[in-house]
């Protein structure tokens, strides 16, 4: 690297690094081997025992209209000159990536594309963004790891930053790490992650950010870093050349590690993916049986704890639960109430207009072009079902903003460790948001002139926009919000008396189940821990708990009612509806 000092980076320091690398990889292979067999053996178990979705509505596909386009200047990675890129952010179905463009009349070929998760978004102030040579009003997106690439952007005004900030912001919160596609090798591997980073004594919180060769190849380097580099760094003379020589040395390093841990990964994805089939089909005739006799000693618990659970259920209901239900069941049911008037103020043109479409005579059923309106109107309502400051989450967003100030909710989100509220309203949110794309989806699919056969059933018969709306669309709509509310009070609830729970609950249940154990067969022993089937027992027993007494709350509460009432006529638009979803 140069005259007058030695290499910092030897071959005897390299031999030292490649030792403890297949030494780390050697452990996370193995990991691999065991944990690829527990992650499928879950697998066969949770399809065995799978239940019934309690939701009504159809799922509706992940989203794959564009968020947002347009241009702005983007710093180059290389020569750090600004330039003018067409920026395209993509939905769920691409996994929230942002293509940019040479030209808007050039998207036929993407420059480039950035992957938002493992990124967050921070507005540059002007001194910030001058000393970055950026024009206008700038913002970054850092990400977590800083071995990876920062991204400038800028626009002309504030007002244009806010709106791209705001959105990428989202994008990159719901973005997905890149993983691979099988859920059996993905949970595998990070069962082995996680257990050789506890033979790195690697501690702490971290996330999956990147793929998973790279999520190894991280861990590796760190270790690497950890117990070697600093001697390697020490060796570097000072003076003007010691950034550029570290430099090196650490691409030197990293791509000898990340070499390794491709090579590693491919190797053992290849080995597990081979034998996948004929391993699973073994293990699913010899686990079946095993499962049902699970079931069987569940079966057994479940007398044992509620002995113990209902006399501690019903003194918390009474002295906790009970006190705090109408304060916190009032606003999440508020919320709820202005989401489904607010999708009727979106639908009700909608319907109106394609009934009208139908009633005109030009419309033919299984004609070429026939439902082209159909979906382009439900496009566009499912793109306003994902807006916050206008369409039908509006007000319901501007109630879930209130309630984050809510007294009651405050004081339990600061005495009860497990709860969180920002979490709490994310979840109501998504899951609001989640039921009205499937409301409309449903609605469409029920609307199709020609509608597909699912399973060799025969599809059920197209309906007019009217009777599809009111009679099929509304009732489940009304349902899979009640389903939503109960389950976000029944979470909050459960936060709240978690520690009382395992006081209370789980310490005497787990002595009263130990005779069990001499009764369980020896080949279930090997699949089933006594102690976690009784703690899924004792969850799956206050939850139901919990739920009885919400559902008792909600009974009291008009949102049923109200939220049929909005499409008792579903054709006839009000004077506070959304027109303008029929004006593109």
Known sequence: ???????????????????????????????????????LISKIKEEALEEASSYELLEAEAPSYDIKSGTLTKRGGF?????????????????????????????????????????????MDAHDAKAKGAKGFAWMLEPHDDRQRVWFLAVDTEEERERWMSEMRTSCWKARSP????????????????????????WGWYSYTNSEPE?????????????????????IPSGLLYHKIKTLVDKSVGSMVFTACQSAWTSGRTASAGSAEMIESAARQALTPLFAAEKDLKDKIVDKVMSVAEPV???????????????????????FSKAIVGFGRLMRPVVKALADERASGTWTKGAAGTDAKLHALCLRARRDCDASWHGPMKDACDVLREFRHNDVARIIDSVVSSFNLFRLTYAIESS???????????????????????????????????AAMRDDVAPKLAHDLETVINDSITEVFYWFIEDAVNHNIVTPVKELVKPIDDEIPE?????????????????????????????????????????????????AVREDDDKDILDE
């Open 79 to 123: 020569h750090h000159h600004w330039q003018h890129r067409f920026i395209v952010m993509k939905n769920e179905a691409d996994n929230f990536r942002m293509f940019y463009y040479e030209k808007e009349d050039q998207l036929h070929k993407p420059r480039g594309w950035i992957d938002g998760c493992g990124y967050q978004v921070k507005e």
């Open 313 to 335: 259920l019903e003194q918390v209901g009474n002295d906790v639960m009970a006190p705090i239900a109408t304060q916190l069941l009032a606003p999440v049911v508020d919320v």
């Open 523 to 571: 080949p279930v022993k090997a699949l089933v821990v006594l102690q976690s089937l009784a703690e899924d027992v004792i969850t799956d027993v206050v939850t139901n708990s919990i739920s009885i007494i919400t559902k008792g709350g909600l009974s009291t509460l008009p949102f049923s009612e109200q939220a049929r009432s909005e499409f008792s006529e579903p054709a």
């Open 1 to 39: 690297m140069g005259a007058g000092f030695s290499n910092p980076l030897d071959d005897a320091t390299r031999q030292r690094m490649q030792d403890r690398i297949t030494e780390i990889l050697k452990v996370f292979s193995e990991q691999f081997v065991l944990c690829y067999k527990d992650a």
């Open 179 to 202: 993983r691979d596609p099988d859920d059996v090798i993905h949970d595998a591997f990070k069962a082995a992650y996680r257990n050789t980073r506890w033979y790195c004594h690697e």
């Open 215 to 235: 999520m190894l190849g991280a861990l590796v380097y760190r270790v690497i870093e950890r117990e070697m580099l600093g001697d390697v760094y020490r060796k």
């Open 432 to 466: 609001i948001r989640k039921i009205l794309h499937n409301a409309v989806y449903t609605f469409e699919k029920r609307c199709e002139s020609e509608l597909p056969k699912e399973d060799g059933a025969e599809p059920p018969p197209a309906r007019d926009p009217v």
